[in-house]
């Protein structure tokens, strides 16, 4: 059985910083990229930054320069310092493999709020 479980969200106010923890379990997670999204209410659920099993990163326009996507493989970690948070980035927060995301297969996230 494969889970994700995220924490780390909160409420912080515009400019300030979080950093979300991501704990994966039922699989062999150094060989998988590991992805966050983020989903508002109503809206698409979308990716905001990945890293590859290798380590190297990729983040959607909206967040590079903010953000920063890290792994902890002897952890089965990943995570996701937000810095500089603006109001538009309130959202749940997921995280996922390529192949859990295909599947549909997601934990409960990890809601973001930043006030404006």
């Known amino acids: 059985q494969v889970q994700f479980v995220e924490s780390g969200g909160g409420l912080v106010q515009p400019g300030g910083s979080l950093k979300l923890s991501c704990a994966a379990s039922?699989?062999?997670?150094?060989?998988?990229?590991m992805n966050w999204y983020r989903q508002t209410p109503g809206k698409q659920r979308l990716l905001v930054a990945q890293?590859?099993?290798?380590?190297?990163?990729n983040y959607a326009t909206s967040v590079k320069g903010r953000f920063i996507i890290s792994r902890d493989n002897a952890k089965n970690m990943v995570y996701l310092q937000m810095n500089n948070l603006q109001p538009e980035d309130t959202a749940v927060y997921y995280c996922?493999?390529?192949?859990?995301?295909?599947?549909?297969?997601w934990g409960q996230g990890t809601q973001v709020t930043v006030s404006s």
């Open positions: 039922g699989i062999t997670f150094s060989i998988y990229n």
């Open positions: 890293i590859t099993s290798g380590g190297n990163t």
């Open positions: 996922n493999t390529n192949r859990g995301y295909a599947s549909g297969s």
